[in-house]
């Protein structure tokens, strides 16, 4: 059986076409991105100087620039979705044949709460996580260029940056345990009331027959209650 490293693996193998896409698209959108102000800051200073013809030049080319960045900017969202349908497919597949190869016995042992669970949210938080990380990852390297500009500009600048950047870590990364606790309970609750209402569609003709809708109603009620108190 495999880990399941060894099936993000798979599906990151069979996402690579669209993995290089949205990688090169980032990297030209982020980039653009960071020139747009430049170039408007230029503009301002050639005003500023009464040299209105580079000043004009500048925001001419500065409005070609504006256009290429909405192109990219489309693109960049094409790219997030390709990449996302196609990991999700991926994941599905893989993830109803573990199902079909499994025992009977091992089945038995989930409920069709945590089964829709995870062939719906878990697959989507994975596939949604995945496409996300590239542009984390490129804004990491543009945070840094940041850094190296602030320093440029001034040294004292620049280590309020650092410090600043230093606290917002530091506070993301002692919250984060709690956050995962808090998704872990959310996660608990939101698979026991997927049980109790598919119980309920499952069981509907019983229900109507026994008369027992307001013992279900509450347990719904109750599990409902219970997920959005989770957090």
């Known amino acids: 059986m495999k880990k399941p490293s060894d099936v993000t693996?798979?599906?990151l193998k069979k996402s690579k076409k669209y993995i290089i896409f949205r990688t090169f698209v980032s990297i030209v959108y982020r980039a653009?991105?960071?020139?747009i102000p430049i170039l408007l800051s230029t503009v301002i200073n050639h005003a500023t100087h009464g040299d209105y013809d580079k000043a004009i030049?500048?925001?001419?080319?500065?409005?070609v620039v504006v256009?290429?960045?909405?192109?990219?900017?489309?693109?960049?969202?094409?790219?997030?979705?390709?990449?996302?349908?196609?990991?999700?497919d991926n994941y599905t597949r893989i993830g109803v044949n573990k199902v079909f190869d499994n025992s009977i016995y091992s089945l038995s042992r989930f409920n069709i709460g945590e089964f829709l669970?995870?062939?719906?949210?878990?697959?989507?938080?994975?596939?949604?996580?995945?496409?996300?990380?590239?542009?984390?990852?490129?804004?990491?390297?543009?945070?840094?260029?940041?850094?190296?500009?602030?320093?440029?500009?001034?040294?004292?600048?620049?280590?309020?940056?650092?410090?600043?950047?230093?606290?917002?870590l530091s506070v993301i990364f002692l919250s984060s345990r709690t956050i995962e606790k808090l998704n872990q309970k959310k996660a608990i609750e939101y698979d026991?009331?997927?049980?109790?209402?598919?119980?309920?569609?499952?069981?509907?003709?019983?229900?109507?027959t026994f008369n027992i809708f307001d013992t279900m109603k509450?347990?719904?009620?109750?599990s409902t209650q219970k997920y959005t108190k989770s957090f």
């Not at 030049?57 to 409005?63: G, K, T």
């Not at 990219?72 to 999700?88: E, G, P, Q, R, V």
């Not at 190296?148 to 410090?163: C, H, K, R």
């Not at 119980?199 to 003709?205: D, K, T, V, Y």
């Open 117 to 168: 669970n995870m062939m719906s949210t878990d697959i989507n938080v994975m596939a949604d996580f995945y496409c996300n990380l590239i542009m984390r990852v490129i804004r990491i390297f543009e945070v840094l260029i940041i850094f190296v500009y602030f320093f440029m500009l001034d040294l004292y600048i620049g280590i309020t940056g650092i410090v600043v950047a230093i606290i917002s």
């Open 57 to 63: 030049s500048v925001s001419i080319l500065s409005i």
């Open 192 to 208: 026991n009331r997927n049980t109790i209402v598919n119980e309920f569609l499952l069981s509907i003709r019983e229900i109507k």
């Open 218 to 222: 509450k347990r719904i009620d109750d």
């Open 9 to 11: 693996k798979l599906v």
């Open 32 to 35: 653009i991105a960071m020139i």
């Open 67 to 88: 256009i290429i960045f909405r192109i990219f900017d489309i693109l960049a969202t094409y790219a997030w979705h390709k990449l996302y349908n196609c990991m999700y």
